[in-house]
């Protein structure tokens, strides 16, 4: 059985957030994680949006974590080593009766203590952002709304909560966690944990959780499976905000806006099903969002897409971040949907607070602030790229031809406190495989980095154990599982 004073259980954006927050206490911590991976839930499939915080109803959880979350988003994003681009957002109005909605969210926003914030007429839009359809009307203009590299800032968050003694446990599904005299034992599959208080930051099984520690059906989460389609760099023409439609019901409509790595995004589709892992594209969804689209960028060049995708939102029928403690020292987050990343920071520190206070935990003076990320070598100025060669040549060899990765990268990343193992690992945290060829041409090469000295290529997996890539060599029999 393994001990620790904290299980967190999810490796998400918000559960690595809590793990990292933790680690400034004189606590044991373990995450545990279902996947393979940090980031492979609700986190893996997102536009990376720093949300300004007018969508959500005042006075609520999700207003409250929302704007705290954006005001701390850029310092978190510099100490950890993240990419952030505070560029600003608009909420486009494309019809005149639709002007008290947009008033609406100005003043939700004001009530939320959004500022600046304001609404401009469809011409001052245009002149901020060109490409911007001459059909709006008006605009809800957020100039310190921003983006963020939703899979780095889930890695940064768990490195640095292991750098400072977390330990996260991948593969390991929790299947039950039963209370005891002085805490929880966690039966997952394979091991069992024990331990004085939990976490659960379980996304879309959230309500399971919470639900049986109740032992009624209290909270449900309906999966909300929202569709992208993602631009190669070289589309034109590329917005520098981010740009909302005015929301429905249904969320906050179609977006399109840059990434952090100058690509552009488009998407999510809002469609409930019943299937908590149905993150399946349909040629429907991905019609309505393209469509959609050009409504706000009507040249936008959409033969100029090069993947599309699926993600889950863990959706509760309140629609309100639900943070409870349903018996002592078993704390619950549910419904964590957007704006679930942008309020990261904020909810991990505030449920760190709240565990570390009831186990009566003092804070270390060893805690280690900054992290470093891997160099982007193609990125750096010609004195730092020969210093980097001069300690490993292998940052000259470069492994992804579309967003210029180097082997020394891939071998940097495989040595971090919280490695990639898999393709989708290394793709997720240095972009080999994102780019315009989406990984036909290095893949293989990823591989034989990821097989090692060893050349075990059957080893190696796209995502979890059950994707194998190579199942045996050329003239052998084949020995499928």
Do not use: W
Request: a negative charge.
């Amino acid at each position: 059985m393994n001990v620790y004073d904290v299980c967190v259980i999810g490796a998400g954006v918000v559960g690595s957030a809590i793990a990292r927050e933790l680690a400034r206490y004189d606590v044991s911590i373990a995450v545990l994680e279902r996947a393979e991976d940090v980031c492979c839930g609700t986190s893996k499939a997102n536009s990376g949006i720093v949300h300004a915080g007018y969508d959500a109803i005042p006075g609520t959880n999700m207003a409250r974590f929302n704007v705290e979350g954006a005001r701390m988003m850029p310092e978190i994003c510099k100490t950890l080593d993240v990419p952030y681009v505070q560029h600003g957002s608009f909420v486009l109005c494309f019809d005149k009766s639709s002007l008290p909605g947009l008033e609406k969210l100005l003043e939700q926003g004001k009530e939320n203590g959004v500022s600046p914030l304001s609404i401009i007429s469809g011409d001052e839009a245009r002149e901020i952002e060109p490409c911007i359809s001459p059909e709006v009307v008006a605009a809800l203009y957020a100039p310190e709304a921003g983006i963020v590299d939703p899979f780095l800032l889930t890695a940064a968050y768990a490195e640095n909560a292991c750098v400072n003694g977390a330990d996260f446990f991948f593969n390991t599904e929790v299947s039950s966690v039963t209370q005891k005299e002085d805490g929880y034992e966690l039966t997952s599959s394979g091991e069992t944990f024990y331990a004085r208080s939990v976490i659960n930051a379980a996304g879309v099984y959230a309500d399971t959780f919470y639900n049986q520690s109740l032992g009624t059906e209290a909270k449900h989460i309906i999966p909300r499976r929202g569709s992208y389609v993602l631009l190669d760099r070289a589309a034109t023409p590329v917005p520098t905000h981010t740009l909302f439609q005015l929301p429905t019901k249904y969320g906050k409509g179609i977006l399109v806006a840059p990434t952090c790595h100058q690509n552009t995004i488009v998407g999510p589709t809002a469609i409930d099903i019943d299937d908590k892992e149905g993150v399946n594209t349909t040629a429907e969804e991905l019609r309505d969002v393209l469509q959609k689209a050009r409504l706000s960028v009507p040249e936008l060049p959409l033969n100029m897409a090069i993947t599309s995708f699926a993600g889950l939102r863990a959706h509760e029928e309140g629609h309100e971040f639900t943070l409870e403690e349903t018996t002592e020292n078993y704390v619950h987050l549910v419904g964590i949907e957007s704006p679930g990343l942008t309020s990261s920071p904020a909810l991990g520190i505030h449920i760190a607070q709240k565990v570390a206070e009831k186990l009566g935990a003092q804070k270390k003076q060893t805690f280690v602030e900054k992290r470093v990320g891997v160099p982007r070598f193609y990125e750096l100025a010609k004195e730092d790229q020969l210093a980097l060669l001069a300690k490993n040549p292998a940052y000259g060899t470069i492994v992804c031809r579309c967003e210029h990765v180097t082997q020394g990268e891939i071998e940097e990343a495989l040595n971090r406190p919280v490695p990639p193992n898999t393709l989708d690992g290394v793709k997720r945290r240095l972009r080999a495989g994102m780019g315009r060829c989406q990984g036909g041409f290095c893949s293989p090469l990823v591989m034989e980095i990821l097989a090692g000295k060893a050349h075990e290529l059957e080893k190696v997996h796209k995502a979890g154990p059950k994707s194998s890539i190579v199942y045996g060599f050329t003239k052998e029999p084949l020995h499928h599982e």
